[in-house]
Protein backbone atom coordinates (compact mmCIF):
# COMPACT_ATOMS: atom_id res chain seq x y z
CA UNK A 1 0.00 0.00 0.00
CA UNK A 2 2.82 2.18 1.30
CA UNK A 3 5.38 2.09 -1.89
CA UNK A 4 2.48 3.57 -5.17
CA UNK A 5 0.74 5.97 -3.26
CA UNK A 6 3.77 7.44 -1.11
CA UNK A 7 6.13 7.14 -3.91
CA UNK A 8 3.30 9.20 -5.95
CA UNK A 9 4.38 12.55 -4.29
CA UNK A 10 3.19 15.48 -6.54
CA UNK A 11 0.23 13.12 -6.84
CA UNK A 12 -0.05 12.69 -2.76
CA UNK A 13 0.33 16.71 -2.36
CA UNK A 14 -2.98 17.32 -4.50
CA UNK A 15 -4.85 14.81 -3.02
CA UNK A 16 -3.84 15.50 0.19
CA UNK A 17 -5.38 19.40 -0.47
CA UNK A 18 -8.20 17.79 -1.95
CA UNK A 19 -9.04 15.64 0.97
CA UNK A 20 -8.10 19.04 3.00
CA UNK A 21 -10.95 20.48 1.27
CA UNK A 22 -14.02 17.56 2.26
CA UNK A 23 -13.07 17.26 5.58
CA UNK A 24 -13.34 20.74 5.92
CA UNK A 25 -17.03 20.10 4.26
CA UNK A 26 -17.29 17.57 7.10
CA UNK A 27 -16.65 20.16 9.50
CA UNK A 28 -19.12 22.52 8.63
CA UNK A 29 -22.10 19.77 9.57
CA UNK A 30 -20.15 18.53 12.81
CA UNK A 31 -22.72 18.11 15.38
CA UNK A 32 -21.35 18.56 19.00
CA UNK A 33 -20.75 15.35 20.88
CA UNK A 34 -19.82 13.78 17.47
CA UNK A 35 -16.65 13.85 15.47
CA UNK A 36 -15.91 13.72 11.43
CA UNK A 37 -16.00 10.02 9.94
CA UNK A 38 -12.53 8.78 9.94
CA UNK A 39 -11.20 6.02 7.56
CA UNK A 40 -10.76 2.72 8.34
CA UNK A 41 -8.88 -0.71 7.02
CA UNK A 42 -6.99 0.06 3.41
CA UNK A 43 -8.49 3.60 3.96
CA UNK A 44 -6.75 4.67 6.23
CA UNK A 45 -3.42 3.08 5.15
CA UNK A 46 -3.46 4.82 1.61
CA UNK A 47 -4.01 8.72 3.80
CA UNK A 48 -1.43 7.04 5.98
CA UNK A 49 0.94 6.57 2.26
CA UNK A 50 -0.49 10.12 1.00
CA UNK A 51 0.96 11.75 4.38
CA UNK A 52 4.33 10.00 4.15
CA UNK A 53 5.04 10.36 0.60
CA UNK A 54 3.36 13.97 -0.14
CA UNK A 55 5.76 16.30 -1.63
CA UNK A 56 4.30 19.64 -0.47
CA UNK A 57 7.30 22.02 -1.95
CA UNK A 58 7.95 20.34 -4.96
CA UNK A 59 4.67 20.89 -5.84
CA UNK A 60 4.61 24.71 -4.69
CA UNK A 61 7.72 25.17 -6.48
CA UNK A 62 6.65 23.72 -10.06
CA UNK A 63 3.19 25.65 -9.32
CA UNK A 64 5.23 29.48 -8.45
CA UNK A 65 7.65 28.37 -10.66
CA UNK A 66 5.87 28.24 -13.96
CA UNK A 67 3.72 30.71 -12.78
CA UNK A 68 6.27 33.50 -12.43
CA UNK A 69 7.79 32.05 -15.41
CA UNK A 70 4.52 32.65 -17.52
CA UNK A 71 4.40 36.40 -16.38
CA UNK A 72 8.22 36.98 -16.81
CA UNK A 73 7.65 35.52 -20.43
CA UNK A 74 4.65 38.02 -20.88
CA UNK A 75 5.97 41.05 -19.62
CA UNK A 76 8.75 40.33 -22.26
CA UNK A 77 5.94 39.95 -24.93
CA UNK A 78 7.87 36.01 -25.55
CA UNK A 79 5.84 33.33 -26.74
CA UNK A 80 6.26 30.96 -24.50
CA UNK A 81 8.97 27.48 -25.50
CA UNK A 82 7.86 24.32 -26.09
CA UNK A 83 8.58 22.44 -22.25
CA UNK A 84 8.20 18.63 -23.17
CA UNK A 85 9.37 17.11 -19.71
CA UNK A 86 10.30 18.47 -17.12
CA UNK A 87 12.54 17.31 -14.09
CA UNK A 88 11.98 17.56 -10.34
CA UNK A 89 14.56 17.03 -7.61
CA UNK A 90 15.45 18.54 -4.59
CA UNK A 91 18.14 20.76 -5.75
CA UNK A 92 16.39 22.01 -8.95
CA UNK A 93 13.55 22.23 -11.10
CA UNK A 94 14.40 21.72 -14.27
CA UNK A 95 12.57 22.35 -17.63
CA UNK A 96 13.65 20.38 -21.42
CA UNK A 97 12.91 22.53 -24.01
CA UNK A 98 12.13 22.24 -27.75
CA UNK A 99 13.67 24.37 -29.67
CA UNK A 100 16.69 25.45 -27.56
CA UNK A 101 16.85 28.65 -26.03
CA UNK A 102 19.68 30.52 -24.49
CA UNK A 103 17.87 33.30 -22.59
CA UNK A 104 15.86 32.62 -19.63
CA UNK A 105 13.84 34.69 -17.62
CA UNK A 106 15.56 35.46 -13.91
CA UNK A 107 15.77 33.42 -11.77
CA UNK A 108 15.20 30.97 -14.25
CA UNK A 109 19.03 30.21 -16.49
CA UNK A 110 19.62 28.65 -19.29
CA UNK A 111 21.76 25.21 -19.58
CA UNK A 112 23.33 22.82 -21.91
CA UNK A 113 22.90 25.31 -24.68
CA UNK A 114 19.48 26.06 -23.90
CA UNK A 115 17.76 23.10 -23.97
CA UNK A 116 17.37 23.18 -20.10
CA UNK A 117 15.78 25.91 -18.25
CA UNK A 118 16.22 25.56 -14.73
CA UNK A 119 15.22 27.02 -11.17
CA UNK A 120 16.76 26.31 -8.19
CA UNK A 121 15.10 24.85 -5.18
CA UNK A 122 16.67 27.73 -2.81
CA UNK A 123 15.48 30.57 -5.59
CA UNK A 124 12.33 28.76 -5.84
CA UNK A 125 11.70 28.67 -1.80
CA UNK A 126 11.72 32.35 -2.19
CA UNK A 127 9.41 33.49 -4.48
CA UNK A 128 6.20 35.52 -3.12
CA UNK A 129 3.25 32.58 -3.74
CA UNK A 130 1.11 35.69 -3.08
CA UNK A 131 2.35 37.92 -5.48
CA UNK A 132 1.66 34.65 -7.84
CA UNK A 133 -1.49 33.83 -6.94
CA UNK A 134 -2.97 35.63 -9.96
CA UNK A 135 -0.59 34.51 -12.66
CA UNK A 136 -1.93 32.16 -15.06
CA UNK A 137 -0.58 28.58 -15.41
CA UNK A 138 1.24 28.48 -18.59
CA UNK A 139 1.54 24.20 -18.31
CA UNK A 140 -1.27 22.57 -17.05
CA UNK A 141 -0.32 19.30 -18.99
CA UNK A 142 2.64 18.45 -16.75
CA UNK A 143 2.31 15.33 -15.12
CA UNK A 144 4.64 12.15 -13.62
CA UNK A 145 5.28 9.83 -15.92
CA UNK A 146 7.39 8.39 -12.78
CA UNK A 147 10.69 8.44 -11.09
CA UNK A 148 14.38 8.64 -12.30
CA UNK A 149 17.09 7.86 -8.90
CA UNK A 150 17.05 11.71 -8.32
CA UNK A 151 13.87 13.07 -8.34
CA UNK A 152 10.77 13.04 -10.46
CA UNK A 153 10.14 12.60 -14.28
CA UNK A 154 7.39 14.27 -15.65
CA UNK A 155 5.94 15.34 -18.94
CA UNK A 156 3.78 17.30 -20.83
CA UNK A 157 1.12 16.09 -22.46
CA UNK A 158 0.15 18.74 -25.17
CA UNK A 159 3.88 18.54 -26.56
CA UNK A 160 3.35 15.19 -28.20
CA UNK A 161 1.24 17.18 -31.00
CA UNK A 162 -0.81 14.30 -31.31
CA UNK A 163 -2.12 11.05 -29.47
CA UNK A 164 0.23 9.29 -27.00
CA UNK A 165 -0.34 4.93 -26.96
CA UNK A 166 0.27 3.61 -23.49
CA UNK A 167 1.07 -0.51 -23.48
CA UNK A 168 1.94 -2.98 -21.02
CA UNK A 169 -0.19 -5.08 -18.34
CA UNK A 170 -0.33 -2.38 -16.16
CA UNK A 171 -1.13 0.09 -18.19
CA UNK A 172 -4.27 1.20 -16.59
CA UNK A 173 -2.80 1.63 -13.37
CA UNK A 174 -0.48 4.13 -15.20
CA UNK A 175 -3.36 5.91 -16.80
CA UNK A 176 -5.21 5.79 -13.22
CA UNK A 177 -2.03 7.78 -11.54
CA UNK A 178 -1.72 10.37 -14.04
CA UNK A 179 -5.70 10.87 -13.78
CA UNK A 180 -5.12 11.64 -9.76
CA UNK A 181 -2.44 14.13 -10.80
CA UNK A 182 -4.35 15.58 -13.35
CA UNK A 183 -7.31 16.50 -11.60
CA UNK A 184 -5.44 17.73 -7.95
CA UNK A 185 -2.33 19.23 -8.83
CA UNK A 186 -2.03 22.96 -8.01
CA UNK A 187 -0.08 24.15 -11.14
CA UNK A 188 -3.17 24.16 -13.70
CA UNK A 189 -6.25 26.46 -13.16
CA UNK A 190 -9.10 25.40 -15.19
CA UNK A 191 -9.17 21.66 -16.75
CA UNK A 192 -10.92 18.96 -17.77
CA UNK A 193 -10.20 15.33 -17.76
CA UNK A 194 -12.18 12.89 -19.54
CA UNK A 195 -11.60 9.02 -18.57
CA UNK A 196 -13.02 6.32 -21.14
CA UNK A 197 -13.73 2.84 -19.72
CA UNK A 198 -11.75 3.57 -16.16
CA UNK A 199 -11.77 5.37 -13.25
CA UNK A 200 -15.93 6.49 -13.00
CA UNK A 201 -15.39 6.61 -9.14
CA UNK A 202 -12.63 8.66 -9.18
CA UNK A 203 -15.32 11.33 -10.29
CA UNK A 204 -15.51 11.68 -6.28
CA UNK A 205 -12.04 13.59 -5.87
CA UNK A 206 -12.51 16.38 -8.10
CA UNK A 207 -15.79 16.61 -9.93
CA UNK A 208 -15.13 20.05 -11.10
CA UNK A 209 -12.29 18.67 -13.20
CA UNK A 210 -13.06 15.02 -14.31
CA UNK A 211 -16.05 13.05 -15.61
CA UNK A 212 -16.15 9.56 -17.15
CA UNK A 213 -17.35 8.38 -20.47
CA UNK A 214 -18.17 4.48 -21.53
CA UNK A 215 -16.53 4.58 -24.99
CA UNK A 216 -14.28 6.56 -27.30
CA UNK A 217 -17.27 7.10 -29.64
CA UNK A 218 -19.25 8.61 -27.07
CA UNK A 219 -16.82 11.34 -26.81
CA UNK A 220 -15.61 11.97 -30.64
CA UNK A 221 -18.17 14.49 -31.73
CA UNK A 222 -17.70 16.63 -28.87
CA UNK A 223 -13.71 16.61 -29.55
CA UNK A 224 -14.27 17.15 -32.99
CA UNK A 225 -16.90 19.59 -32.65
CA UNK A 226 -14.19 22.12 -30.13
CA UNK A 227 -11.12 21.17 -32.22
CA UNK A 228 -12.49 23.47 -34.83
CA UNK A 229 -11.60 26.20 -33.17
CA UNK A 230 -7.84 25.16 -33.54
CA UNK A 231 -5.06 26.89 -32.42
CA UNK A 232 -1.21 26.99 -33.12
CA UNK A 233 1.54 26.90 -30.51
CA UNK A 234 1.76 30.69 -30.10
CA UNK A 235 -1.72 31.07 -29.44
CA UNK A 236 -2.46 28.18 -26.22
CA UNK A 237 0.49 29.23 -24.66
CA UNK A 238 0.53 32.97 -25.28
CA UNK A 239 -2.48 33.05 -24.66
CA UNK A 240 -2.47 31.23 -21.16
CA UNK A 241 0.33 33.71 -20.33
CA UNK A 242 -1.59 36.84 -20.98
CA UNK A 243 -4.52 35.26 -18.60
CA UNK A 244 -7.12 34.59 -22.11
CA UNK A 245 -7.98 31.23 -19.72
CA UNK A 246 -11.10 31.81 -20.51
CA UNK A 247 -10.44 31.49 -24.40
CA UNK A 248 -11.54 27.59 -25.36
CA UNK A 249 -8.33 27.75 -27.37
CA UNK A 250 -6.40 28.20 -23.97
CA UNK A 251 -8.62 26.01 -21.34
CA UNK A 252 -6.63 22.46 -21.23
CA UNK A 253 -8.47 18.78 -22.18
CA UNK A 254 -6.98 15.79 -21.62
CA UNK A 255 -8.17 11.86 -22.51
CA UNK A 256 -7.54 9.13 -20.94
CA UNK A 257 -8.91 6.05 -22.23
CA UNK A 258 -8.33 2.29 -20.87
CA UNK A 259 -9.98 1.39 -24.07
CA UNK A 260 -8.25 0.46 -26.98
CA UNK A 261 -9.34 2.86 -30.58
CA UNK A 262 -10.95 0.84 -33.54
CA UNK A 263 -8.87 1.46 -36.81
CA UNK A 264 -11.53 4.51 -37.42
CA UNK A 265 -11.41 6.10 -34.30
CA UNK A 266 -7.53 5.89 -34.65
CA UNK A 267 -8.03 7.84 -37.45
CA UNK A 268 -10.43 10.44 -36.19
CA UNK A 269 -8.13 10.55 -33.09
CA UNK A 270 -5.28 11.37 -35.49
CA UNK A 271 -6.84 14.07 -37.27
CA UNK A 272 -7.95 15.33 -33.64
CA UNK A 273 -4.99 16.02 -33.08
CA UNK A 274 -3.30 17.49 -35.36
CA UNK A 275 0.01 16.00 -35.24
CA UNK A 276 2.57 18.77 -35.73
CA UNK A 277 0.34 21.20 -34.10
CA UNK A 278 0.00 22.54 -29.98
CA UNK A 279 -3.13 22.56 -29.07
CA UNK A 280 -4.86 22.99 -25.52
CA UNK A 281 -5.37 18.77 -25.17
CA UNK A 282 -3.90 15.51 -24.68
CA UNK A 283 -4.81 12.37 -25.55
CA UNK A 284 -2.90 9.19 -23.80
CA UNK A 285 -4.61 5.66 -25.19
CA UNK A 286 -4.54 2.15 -24.46
CA UNK A 287 -3.15 -0.23 -26.89
CA UNK A 288 -1.91 0.52 -30.14
CA UNK A 289 -2.52 3.45 -31.47
CA UNK A 290 -2.26 4.54 -35.40
CA UNK A 291 -0.27 7.57 -35.71
CA UNK A 292 1.08 7.97 -32.45
CA UNK A 293 3.42 10.51 -31.47
CA UNK A 294 4.90 8.86 -28.52
CA UNK A 295 4.54 5.56 -27.53
CA UNK A 296 4.78 4.65 -23.51
CA UNK A 297 5.09 1.02 -22.48
CA UNK A 298 4.66 -0.03 -19.16
CA UNK A 299 6.91 -2.94 -18.67
CA UNK A 300 6.13 -5.88 -16.28
CA UNK A 301 8.59 -5.00 -13.65
CA UNK A 302 7.20 -1.03 -12.98
CA UNK A 303 9.48 0.47 -15.56
CA UNK A 304 7.74 3.38 -17.99
CA UNK A 305 9.54 3.80 -21.45
CA UNK A 306 9.34 6.67 -23.71
CA UNK A 307 11.19 5.49 -26.48
CA UNK A 308 10.44 9.04 -28.25
CA UNK A 309 11.64 11.12 -25.13
CA UNK A 310 14.46 8.99 -24.06
CA UNK A 311 13.16 7.81 -21.28
CA UNK A 312 12.99 4.57 -18.92
CA UNK A 313 11.95 5.50 -15.13
CA UNK A 314 10.21 3.76 -12.08
CA UNK A 315 6.72 3.99 -13.44
CA UNK A 316 4.13 6.26 -11.52
CA UNK A 317 1.01 3.57 -10.74
CA UNK A 318 -2.12 3.39 -8.74
CA UNK A 319 -2.78 -0.49 -9.49
CA UNK A 320 -6.40 -1.88 -8.27
CA UNK A 321 -6.33 -2.15 -4.47
CA UNK A 322 -4.86 1.03 -3.71
CA UNK A 323 -7.12 2.68 -6.22
CA UNK A 324 -10.03 1.44 -4.47
CA UNK A 325 -8.55 2.43 -0.93
CA UNK A 326 -8.27 6.14 -1.66
CA UNK A 327 -11.89 5.72 -3.38
CA UNK A 328 -12.54 4.20 0.13
CA UNK A 329 -11.06 7.55 1.16
CA UNK A 330 -12.41 9.95 -0.26
CA UNK A 331 -15.86 8.12 -0.10
CA UNK A 332 -15.69 8.13 4.02
CA UNK A 333 -15.58 12.05 3.24
CA UNK A 334 -19.14 11.83 2.33
CA UNK A 335 -20.48 10.88 5.30
CA UNK A 336 -21.36 14.40 7.15
CA UNK A 337 -23.13 12.51 10.24
CA UNK A 338 -20.03 12.15 11.91
CA UNK A 339 -19.44 9.19 14.95
CA UNK A 340 -20.05 9.74 18.30
CA UNK A 341 -16.85 10.91 20.21
CA UNK A 342 -15.05 8.20 23.40
CA UNK A 343 -16.48 7.68 26.30
CA UNK A 344 -15.20 9.73 29.39
CA UNK A 345 -11.87 8.48 30.53
CA UNK A 346 -10.52 8.11 34.36
CA UNK A 347 -9.59 10.25 36.26
CA UNK A 348 -5.93 11.44 35.84
CA UNK A 349 -2.92 11.59 38.17
CA UNK A 350 -2.68 15.55 39.09
CA UNK A 351 1.14 15.24 40.07
CA UNK A 352 2.89 13.40 36.75
CA UNK A 353 6.49 13.44 36.68
CA UNK A 354 6.53 13.47 32.93
CA UNK A 355 4.40 16.03 31.29
CA UNK A 356 3.56 14.81 27.48
CA UNK A 357 2.07 18.31 26.04
CA UNK A 358 0.46 18.10 22.41
CA UNK A 359 -2.22 20.84 22.49
CA UNK A 360 -0.10 23.21 20.66
CA UNK A 361 3.55 22.74 20.47
CA UNK A 362 4.79 19.48 21.26
CA UNK A 363 6.83 19.11 24.67
CA UNK A 364 7.91 16.47 26.79
CA UNK A 365 7.86 18.29 30.47
CA UNK A 366 10.12 16.62 33.32
CA UNK A 367 13.24 14.51 31.86
CA UNK A 368 16.77 16.47 30.69
CA UNK A 369 16.90 17.78 27.23
CA UNK A 370 17.55 14.92 24.77
CA UNK A 371 20.88 15.94 21.96
CA UNK A 372 18.64 17.05 19.08
CA UNK A 373 19.14 14.68 16.52
CA UNK A 374 17.78 12.06 18.14
CA UNK A 375 15.32 14.01 19.79
CA UNK A 376 12.98 13.62 17.01
CA UNK A 377 12.04 9.96 17.17
CA UNK A 378 12.18 9.79 21.27
CA UNK A 379 9.65 12.52 21.42
CA UNK A 380 7.63 10.73 18.70
CA UNK A 381 7.78 7.54 20.80
CA UNK A 382 6.80 9.03 23.94
CA UNK A 383 3.45 10.89 22.39
CA UNK A 384 2.60 7.68 21.11
CA UNK A 385 2.83 5.65 24.05
CA UNK A 386 0.86 8.01 25.62
CA UNK A 387 -1.86 8.89 23.63
CA UNK A 388 -2.25 4.61 23.13
CA UNK A 389 -2.51 3.78 27.29
CA UNK A 390 -2.74 0.07 26.71
CA UNK A 391 0.76 -0.07 25.66
CA UNK A 392 2.01 -1.78 22.24
CA UNK A 393 4.58 -4.42 21.41
CA UNK A 394 8.30 -3.05 20.20
CA UNK A 395 8.11 -4.75 16.78
CA UNK A 396 4.29 -3.36 16.26
CA UNK A 397 6.31 0.79 17.35
CA UNK A 398 8.69 -0.21 14.89
CA UNK A 399 6.42 -0.55 12.40
CA UNK A 400 4.34 2.94 13.70
CA UNK A 401 7.68 4.96 13.95
CA UNK A 402 9.22 3.68 10.89
CA UNK A 403 7.10 2.95 8.44
CA UNK A 404 9.02 2.35 5.57
CA UNK A 405 11.45 0.09 7.66
CA UNK A 406 14.29 0.11 10.58
CA UNK A 407 16.95 -2.34 11.59
CA UNK A 408 15.92 -4.69 14.77
CA UNK A 409 19.04 -3.00 16.59
CA UNK A 410 18.31 0.82 16.08
CA UNK A 411 14.38 0.08 16.95
CA UNK A 412 15.57 -1.58 20.19
CA UNK A 413 18.93 0.81 21.04
CA UNK A 414 16.13 3.65 20.44
CA UNK A 415 13.61 2.90 22.91
CA UNK A 416 16.17 1.68 25.61
CA UNK A 417 17.80 5.37 24.62
CA UNK A 418 13.48 6.44 26.10
CA UNK A 419 13.98 4.54 29.12
CA UNK A 420 17.03 6.11 30.11
CA UNK A 421 16.10 9.82 29.20
CA UNK A 422 12.20 8.98 31.17
CA UNK A 423 13.79 7.51 34.35
CA UNK A 424 11.99 6.84 37.19
CA UNK A 425 8.87 8.29 38.99
CA UNK A 426 8.30 9.27 42.09
CA UNK A 427 8.16 5.57 43.44
CA UNK A 428 11.23 4.72 41.76
CA UNK A 429 9.06 2.93 38.72
CA UNK A 430 10.52 3.22 35.06
CA UNK A 431 8.58 5.69 33.24
CA UNK A 432 8.93 3.61 30.29
CA UNK A 433 8.71 -0.34 30.40
CA UNK A 434 7.55 -3.53 28.87
CA UNK A 435 4.82 -5.27 31.04
CA UNK A 436 4.52 -9.27 31.26
CA UNK A 437 3.39 -9.57 27.86
CA UNK A 438 6.16 -7.78 26.52
CA UNK A 439 3.94 -4.76 25.82
CA UNK A 440 5.60 -1.38 26.20
CA UNK A 441 3.69 1.10 28.69
CA UNK A 442 4.43 4.13 29.91
CA UNK A 443 3.83 4.56 33.92
CA UNK A 444 1.09 5.92 35.67
CA UNK A 445 2.97 9.22 36.66
CA UNK A 446 3.35 10.16 32.85
CA UNK A 447 0.42 12.56 31.82
CA UNK A 448 -0.49 14.50 28.78
CA UNK A 449 -2.31 17.71 28.72
CA UNK A 450 -5.33 15.62 26.71
CA UNK A 451 -5.54 13.44 29.24
CA UNK A 452 -5.93 16.08 31.98
CA UNK A 453 -8.09 18.02 29.30
CA UNK A 454 -10.47 15.44 29.31
CA UNK A 455 -10.68 15.00 33.12
CA UNK A 456 -11.90 18.60 33.14
CA UNK A 457 -14.27 18.08 31.03
CA UNK A 458 -15.43 15.43 32.84
CA UNK A 459 -15.94 17.15 35.82
CA UNK A 460 -17.26 20.01 34.66
CA UNK A 461 -20.17 17.50 33.95
CA UNK A 462 -21.05 16.55 36.90
CA UNK A 463 -20.57 19.77 38.47
CA UNK A 464 -22.71 22.41 37.06
CA UNK A 465 -21.53 25.46 39.45
CA UNK A 466 -17.90 24.87 38.67
CA UNK A 467 -18.45 23.81 35.23
CA UNK A 468 -16.92 27.35 33.79
CA UNK A 469 -13.80 27.44 35.81
CA UNK A 470 -13.28 23.76 35.14
CA UNK A 471 -13.78 24.55 31.33
CA UNK A 472 -11.70 27.81 31.57
CA UNK A 473 -8.62 25.68 32.70
CA UNK A 474 -9.48 22.48 30.39
CA UNK A 475 -9.19 25.41 27.90
CA UNK A 476 -6.18 26.93 28.83
CA UNK A 477 -4.12 23.55 28.11
CA UNK A 478 -4.67 24.53 24.75
CA UNK A 479 -1.81 26.53 23.26
CA UNK A 480 -1.91 25.69 19.56
CA UNK A 481 -2.82 23.33 17.00
CA UNK A 482 -2.28 19.58 17.84
CA UNK A 483 1.22 18.25 18.05
CA UNK A 484 1.99 21.90 16.35
CA UNK A 485 5.30 22.28 14.37
CA UNK A 486 6.30 18.37 14.15
CA UNK A 487 8.40 18.02 11.97
CA UNK A 488 7.49 17.09 8.41
CA UNK A 489 7.06 13.45 7.61
CA UNK A 490 6.63 12.33 11.19
CA UNK A 491 4.06 11.15 12.45
CA UNK A 492 2.22 9.99 9.60
CA UNK A 493 0.68 7.41 12.34
CA UNK A 494 -2.37 9.95 12.62
CA UNK A 495 -3.87 9.08 9.62
CA UNK A 496 -4.82 5.74 11.10
CA UNK A 497 -5.50 7.33 14.78
CA UNK A 498 -8.61 8.54 16.48
CA UNK A 499 -6.52 11.43 17.97
CA UNK A 500 -6.69 14.16 16.08
CA UNK A 501 -10.88 13.42 15.17
CA UNK A 502 -11.24 13.25 18.95
CA UNK A 503 -8.82 15.94 19.76
CA UNK A 504 -10.26 18.78 17.53
CA UNK A 505 -14.11 17.39 18.32
CA UNK A 506 -13.38 17.65 22.21
CA UNK A 507 -11.69 21.32 21.86
CA UNK A 508 -14.60 22.30 19.92
CA UNK A 509 -16.79 21.43 22.01
CA UNK A 510 -15.66 22.29 25.30
CA UNK A 511 -14.98 25.84 23.82
CA UNK A 512 -19.14 25.66 22.43
CA UNK A 513 -20.22 24.56 25.83
CA UNK A 514 -18.38 27.58 27.78
CA UNK A 515 -19.39 29.99 25.17
CA UNK A 516 -22.96 28.90 25.81
CA UNK A 517 -22.30 28.78 29.62
CA UNK A 518 -20.99 31.94 29.24
CA UNK A 519 -23.42 33.79 27.29
CA UNK A 520 -26.09 32.07 29.67
CA UNK A 521 -24.87 33.99 32.46
CA UNK A 522 -24.29 37.58 30.34
CA UNK A 523 -20.46 37.64 30.22
CA UNK A 524 -20.34 38.02 26.42
CA UNK A 525 -16.60 38.78 26.46
CA UNK A 526 -15.54 35.69 28.04
CA UNK A 527 -17.98 33.87 25.82
CA UNK A 528 -15.45 35.27 22.86
CA UNK A 529 -12.63 34.08 24.74
CA UNK A 530 -13.72 30.93 25.14
CA UNK A 531 -14.44 30.53 21.30
CA UNK A 532 -10.55 32.15 20.63
CA UNK A 533 -9.14 29.23 22.54
CA UNK A 534 -10.59 26.75 21.14
CA UNK A 535 -10.12 28.08 17.21
CA UNK A 536 -6.35 27.69 18.64
CA UNK A 537 -6.47 24.68 17.99
CA UNK A 538 -10.35 23.57 16.67
CA UNK A 539 -9.36 26.47 13.72
CA UNK A 540 -11.67 24.76 11.26
CA UNK A 541 -14.63 24.08 13.24
CA UNK A 542 -17.18 26.01 11.52
CA UNK A 543 -19.62 25.50 14.41
CA UNK A 544 -16.98 27.52 16.62
CA UNK A 545 -16.95 30.77 14.11
CA UNK A 546 -20.27 31.04 14.08
CA UNK A 547 -20.56 31.08 17.75
CA UNK A 548 -17.39 33.42 17.83
CA UNK A 549 -20.20 35.80 15.53
CA UNK A 550 -22.98 35.17 17.66
CA UNK A 551 -21.00 35.91 21.02
CA UNK A 552 -19.43 39.12 19.31
CA UNK A 553 -22.80 40.45 17.88
CA UNK A 554 -24.14 40.54 21.77
CA UNK A 555 -21.22 42.88 22.78
CA UNK A 556 -22.93 45.54 21.27
CA UNK A 557 -19.40 46.20 19.31
CA UNK A 558 -20.42 46.57 15.45
CA UNK A 559 -16.37 47.52 15.21
CA UNK A 560 -15.51 44.42 16.77
CA UNK A 561 -18.04 41.88 14.70
CA UNK A 562 -17.38 43.48 11.32
CA UNK A 563 -13.74 42.12 12.45
CA UNK A 564 -14.58 39.23 12.56
CA UNK A 565 -16.62 38.95 9.62
CA UNK A 566 -13.82 40.20 7.61
CA UNK A 567 -11.00 38.07 9.51
CA UNK A 568 -13.69 34.66 8.22
CA UNK A 569 -14.25 36.18 4.76
CA UNK A 570 -10.27 36.39 4.43
CA UNK A 571 -9.87 33.05 5.94
CA UNK A 572 -12.42 31.41 3.59
CA UNK A 573 -10.68 33.10 0.74
CA UNK A 574 -6.84 32.15 1.38
CA UNK A 575 -7.77 28.66 2.84
CA UNK A 576 -5.17 25.85 1.93
CA UNK A 577 -7.88 23.64 1.21
CA UNK A 578 -10.47 26.20 -0.44
CA UNK A 579 -13.76 26.16 -0.05
CA UNK A 580 -15.17 29.11 1.04
CA UNK A 581 -17.43 29.12 4.28
CA UNK A 582 -20.37 26.79 4.89
CA UNK A 583 -23.93 28.54 3.50
CA UNK A 584 -24.65 28.38 6.99
CA UNK A 585 -22.01 31.02 8.49
CA UNK A 586 -22.64 33.35 5.49
CA UNK A 587 -26.24 33.16 6.44
CA UNK A 588 -25.12 34.43 9.40
CA UNK A 589 -23.45 37.19 8.53
CA UNK A 590 -25.81 38.28 6.55
CA UNK A 591 -28.50 38.48 9.29
CA UNK A 592 -26.22 39.89 12.33
CA UNK A 593 -24.22 42.57 9.38
CA UNK A 594 -26.08 43.05 6.52
CA UNK A 595 -23.78 45.11 5.17
CA UNK A 596 -20.76 42.70 5.44
CA UNK A 597 -21.22 41.77 1.36
CA UNK A 598 -21.12 44.91 0.19
CA UNK A 599 -17.93 46.64 2.29
CA UNK A 600 -16.02 42.85 1.63
CA UNK A 601 -16.67 43.01 -2.03
CA UNK A 602 -13.36 44.28 -3.86
CA UNK A 603 -13.43 47.22 -5.51
CA UNK A 604 -12.92 47.67 -9.61
Not at 78 to 106: E, K, N
Not at 304 to 309: H, I, K, N, S
Not at 490 to 495: I, V
Request: charged content about 25%; proline content about 7%.
Amino acid sequence: MLDYLAGASLAAAGLLVALGRRRRRQLWHRAFGRRITRPRDDAAQAELALRLGADAPGSRMLDVGLRLLGRSLAAQNRVPPTVYAAHLSPQTLDLWIHPPAPDAPAPWSAHDGGQVWRLPAHEGRMLDEQALADAPAPYPGLVSLGSSGEGRVLVDLEAAHGPISIGGAQATAALAALAVELATNRWSDRMRVTLVGFGEELTVIASDRIRYVGSLAEILPELEASGKDGGNRGEVLTGRIHGRAADPVCAPHYLLSAIAPTEEEGRRLALLARKGVRTAAGYVIAGDVPHATWNWTITEEGRARVDALGFDVAAQLLPRRQYRALIDLFLATERLEGEPLADEPEPVTQTPSVEVRILGPVEVVGPSPMEEGRAVIAVELVVYLATHPGGVHPVVLGGILWPRGVQAVVRDATIARVVAWLGTDSQGRPNLYADTSGRLRLGPEVRTDWMLFRDLVRQSHANPGGRPELLDRALGLVRGPLLNGRPRGRYAWLAADDLEYNVTAGVADAAHRLCEVRLARGETDQAVAAVRAGLLLAADDEGLWRDLLRATHLTDDPVRLRAVADALHRRAASHPYGGGMAPETEALIDELLPSWRMRSAPTA
